[in-house]
């Protein structure tokens, strides 16, 4: 049983900042690509950002050069940090693992969401 785990959402004000953890527990072997998207109300569900596990990334332009994400390999974990946070950044954020046990793909994993809101 895989599980993913988020952690670090809350309220902000705009301008501030917030880090977001994520871990992944369970029978893996290991994780490709980690990262966060988010979905605001009324809005699809859109990529913020992901990491490989050689640490390669990609960003969403709307959070380019504010936010930043990484990773420990050896705890499963990602974290993302949010700098100079907007009000359109309100949205619940989902962390997002896909596993494997050795060379099997086991699927992609979803953490159950943690809100972020910005206030003006």
């Known amino acids: 049983q895989v599980q993913v785990v988020e952690s670090g959402g809350g309220l902000v004000q705009a301008g501030g900042s917030l880090r977001l953890s994520c871990v992944v527990t369970g029978s893996i072997f290991s994780i490709n690509t980690m990262g966060w998207y988010r979905q605001a109300p009324g809005k699809q569900r859109e990529l913020v950002a992901t990491?490989?596990?050689?640490?390669?990334?990609n960003f969403a332009d709307s959070v380019k050069g504010r936010f930043t994400i990484s990773r420990d390999n050896a705890k499963n974990m990602v974290f993302l940090q949010m700098n100079s946070l907007k009000p359109e950044d309100t949205a619940v954020y989902y962390c997002y693992a896909d596993a494997y046990y050795y060379s099997n793909y086991m699927g992609d994993y979803w953490g159950q969401g943690t809100q972020v809101t910005v206030s003006s």
């Open positions: 990491i490989t596990s050689d640490s390669n990334t």
